[in-house]
């Protein structure tokens, strides 16, 4: 499967996506389209780094996974709604962005693609949509120059442009933006960044916590409902999740639209359809 046919498969989903016609379908099918439109999704996320899968705590001593494609593979045949892949440390190595894992991953894999580390410019955003991504993923880009998160989403789409926030606590009640895959930071407050990265056009907020990364503690719910009320586009809570309770309560007490996990899903510890039947039975809706 060629690149084109990738890019074009997938620019044609997103067009489809934007301007929806819901005008065809019955009156007695359109709660169901309602309800779609309510649903929590779950995201596995693949940290890759070498073209490897791998996993960490508190975003060090990385533990390889496996491969990216298989893995994607194995999450869309459970039912994933996304799939999330970061390359870790582009930004900090200076590399380019993974063109050929996005390209492979696309092949096979017909769910969301979201991808990030190493872009720099409008163009590396177009290149990784070109390549199969759905949405492209931002954290040190954005914070080194915030015109271009306006200037991507101008270009291709606020649905497209996905804002990566790393926090880290430094006070009760605040917490502080790092970057670089965690390894600077920045002196940034993460709930005004995320207000602003609203203000220059993201379409949604991807928060990791760092200070729960890879613990298996639950996510960071002050952050996650900090942020969620902070702003009005989707967010997606990330960092910390052990168990299935920990996804409910990214939702149901962290205000998320979304959460993403990655250790419970990659070492077989739980599928992303037990998490979707745990969810449903705590009234969170998703789509089995």
Known sequence: MTARWISLRHRSRR?????PDFSSIPASEESAVNALGLAKRIIPCLDVTAGRVVKGTNFVDLRDAGDPVEIARRYDEQGADEVTFLDITASSDQRDIILNIVEACAS????????GGGVRCV?????L????ADKVSMNTAAINNPDLVAEASAKVGNQCIVVAIDAK????????VFTHGGRKPT????????????????????????DRDGTKNGFDLPLTRAVSDAVDIPVIASGGVGNLQHLAEGVSIGGADAVL??????????TVRQAKTFMREQGIEVRL
Request: aromatic fraction near 10%; include cysteine.
């Open 169 to 176: 606590q430094v006070a009760p009640g605040r917490w502080e």
């Open 261 to 270: 996990a990655a250790s419970i899903f990659h070492f077989g510890e739980y």
């Open 15 to 19: 067009i489809a996506c934007r301007n």
């Open 108 to 115: 096979q894999v017909f769910i969301p693609l979201t991808v």
């Open 123 to 127: 163009a590396d955003v177009r290149r």
């Open 187 to 210: 002196g940034i407050d993460a709930v005004v960044w995320a207000r602003r990265a609203q203000e220059l056009g993201a379409g949604e907020i991807l928060l990791t916590s760092m």
């Open 129 to 132: 949509l070109n390549a199969g």
